[in-house]
Each structure stands twice: as structure tokens, then as C-alpha cells.
């Protein structure tokens, strides 16, 4: 009688630490979201780290218009049509994205959205940070299997945000620096063809 007591208040002990877990997880990524949202406009400048592969850049966004800017890739959104350039390809597809496909180019969305696609966890972090496990509630269609970001205690913005593809691929990004308060045209997350004259437009709308 006694071991059934035992095991009985032990996974009520464990229900109630995880219950805690998840809820203190969500306020998190709600707090997160909520700093997000109340920015009119951020720059960010990053490091990130794909199979292997090492590259630097810079995103620029206002509401839910982006630009990102590298060497290797850049894409523009401007609220409903996304606009992405490859330099290996030297061409620029045209699609209108969904939210998931917005997250695997703009890692930044993955924090709006998180309430409606992904199930948050809280795991162990150093101080003055949260570092929060990411993973779809519905893996299906979605292209990002598993994310963790690292947040920090007093802005709720991130520092580092880590994803692993539907491919297997897995992406390390470190942001080096944020800004706020500068005010962006809109021309700044529409492609404009005189940007890049020689590239082969692909519309896939």
C-alpha cells in the first residue's frame, strides 16, 4: 500500500512540475511575442551556421514586412508576396507564403506564431536567459521539426534561435545585434528588378 501511495504522489509531484513547466514556458513565448509585435520596425544582424556552411547578414522588419540581406541569399516580403534571390542560381522566386514557409526564412516568425503551430518547453539555461524547446503540434507540412531560441530574462528578444528542417538540415543562428525605432519605406521589402538586372525571375504564384 505504501509503494502504490509513493508512485501515486510521485506523478503527481511530476504532473505538477511539468504543468508548471509549460505554463511558465507559454508565458514566456508570450512575452516574447507580445515585444515583437509592439516594435514597429527592427534591424538585426546575425551569424548562422548551416550544414557546416557559414554566413552573415542582416534583416530589416516592420510589422510583417521583412528583408533579409547576405551574401549568398536575400528575399523581400512585403505582406503577402515574398520575393527570394539565390546567388548560386541567380534567380528570384515568386510565391505567396504560407506561415510556415515564412518561418523557414524569417526565424523571427517562429515566435509570432508559435501560439497557434507549436508546443513550448522550458529547458535548462544559463543566467539571464530562457531557453525555450519549440516543436509542431502538427508535423505535417510543417518544415521546421524542432527549434530552440534562447531569450533573454529582460527583453524577451532573442539571442540565438536553433532549427532543424523536415530535411534534416539544421540551422544555428546568433544574433549579434537588434535595433528598433528606425522608420522603413515600403519599397524596402518589395523587389525592385533594377537591383539585380541580370536574375531570371521564376513566378511560382
Do not use: C
Not at 21 to 35: E, P, R
Not at 74 to 89: E, H
Not at 97 to 105: F, G, N, S, Y
Amino acid at each position: 500500500m505504501k509503494r502504490i501511495l509513493f508512485f501515486i504522489v510521485l506523478a503527481a509531484i511530476s504532473a505538477s512540475i511539468y504543468g508548471q513547466q509549460a505554463k511558465s514556458a507559454s508565458q514566456v513565448m508570450d512575452s516574447a511575442a507580445k515585444k515583437i509585435q509592439s516594435i514597429k520596425s527592427l534591424s538585426a544582424t546575425y551569424d548562422m551556421v548551416a550544414d557546416g556552411e557559414h554566413m552573415s547578414g542582416t534583416l530589416v522588419m516592420s510589422g510583417d514586412k521583412f528583408h533579409l540581406s547576405s551574401d549568398q541569399i536575400m528575399a523581400w516580403y512585403d505582406g503577402k508576396t515574398q520575393w527570394s534571390y539565390s546567388a548560386d542560381t541567380n534567380e528570384v522566386n515568386v510565391i505567396e507564403p504560407t506561415p510556415e514557409e515564412l518561418v523557414a526564412i524569417n526565424p523571427f516568425v517562429i515566435i509570432s506564431s508559435f501560439k497557434k503551430a507549436y508546443t513550448p518547453s522550458l529547458l535548462h539555461s544559463a543566467a539571464g536567459t530562457y531557453k525555450i524547446h519549440l516543436v509542431p503540434k502538427t508535423k505535417k507540412g510543417s518544415p521546421i521539426t524542432d527549434a530552440v531560441l534562447t531569450l533573454s530574462t529582460k527583453s524577451y528578444l532573442p539571442s540565438n534561435i536553433s532549427l532543424t528542417l523536415d530535411t534534416g538540415s539544421k540551422l544555428d543562428i546568433r544574433i549579434k545585434s537588434i535595433k528598433s525605432g528606425t522608420n522603413y519605406p515600403h519599397s524596402t521589402f518589395v523587389f525592385n528588378k533594377k537591383q539585380l538586372p541580370g536574375a531570371v525571375i521564376v513566378d511560382l504564384r
